[in-house]
Each structure stands twice: as C-alpha cells, then as structure tokens.
C-alpha cells in the first residue's frame, strides 16, 4: 500500500477558534444548511460524534459522489486539531483504502486564523492514483471553506 500526501493551506479573517467551531464542530449541520449542493446531509452510525465515531455523509447533487463513511480519529478543541478518515463509499474510487484528513487552525496576529488541511491518499496495492486529481479535488473544497466564511462574517453571532 502507497500513500500520496497533499496539504492546503487557507487563510481566513475569522478567528480561529470560531472557525474551528463551524469546519469541525458544526460542521455537519452547518454545511447541509448553507451548502446543500455540496452535502445534502450527515447521519452518526456508531457513537456521541466523538472519537471511534462512524458518520455516513450524503452528497448533494452538485457532487460526482452519492456519499462516504467516515471515521472520527481525533478532536482537540483546545488545540484546534481534527482528523478522520474516510473509510468507504465512492469517492474512493476503487483504488483507494482510505483517506485520512488532518485539519489544524492556527491563530494568525491579525485575530483570523490558517486552515491547515493535511490529506494523505492510502492506495490499494500498487495502485496509482493521479495527483492532478488530488488537486482538482482538493480546489473544489476552496468553494465549501469560503462560503462558511461568508455565513460566519454574515451572522458574527452563529
């Protein structure tokens, strides 16, 4: 099994404990509400929403995927950390193990905050996936980040 690492960075003029509360800790009801074409919805199959957490998320009809499962590994709320795995459904392509996600938000002096995004691609065997995918798909996230940051600028107290 290979692994193909890619990470993002975004800036963001929203501090970074408000933008760790709407990317990781609401995420599964923000996202549906004010991106539904992107995902339509999020259910908890096992657990509290903590770690061991199994969440099935469905697709909205702006996706090429109809939904995922994925695994909560970590959440630490003081350091702003968060990572799960995707552990089935098809945006793994058949090619794929899993996906695993590390996201960390970093306080910036100007009072916002850096999205940082860390995805690392588990291939099955010796199979090859292709990174310019990796990338177009990773770009099309920028839309999704972007517009929580254009709710949470909209509504300061959400």
Do not use: W
């Amino acid at each position: 099994m290979g692994a193909i690492t890619y990470d993002m960075e975004i800036p963001s003029s929203i501090p970074a404990a408000k933008m760790f509360k709407a990317v990781v800790l609401d995420a599964d009801t923000l996202i549906p509400k004010i991106m539904p074409q992107a995902i339509k919805s999020v259910e908890i199959l096992e657990g509290d929403g903590g770690v061991g957490t199994v969440k099935l998320i469905h697709f909205g009809e702006g996706s090429q995927y109809k939904s995922v499962k994925h695994r909560v590994d970590a959440t630490d709320k003081e350091n702003l950390t968060h990572s799960y795995t995707i552990v089935e459904g098809d945006a793994l392509a058949g090619v794929l193990e899993s996906i695993t996600y590390h996201v960390k938000i970093v306080p910036t002096e100007d009072g916002g905050c850096i999205c940082k995004n860390r995805s690392i691609y588990h291939t099955k065997g010796d199979a090859e996936i292709n990174e310019e995918k990796i990338k177009e798909g990773k770009e099309k996230a920028m839309p999704m980040f972007k517009a929580i940051e254009a709710y949470l600028q909209a509504n300061p107290h959400a």
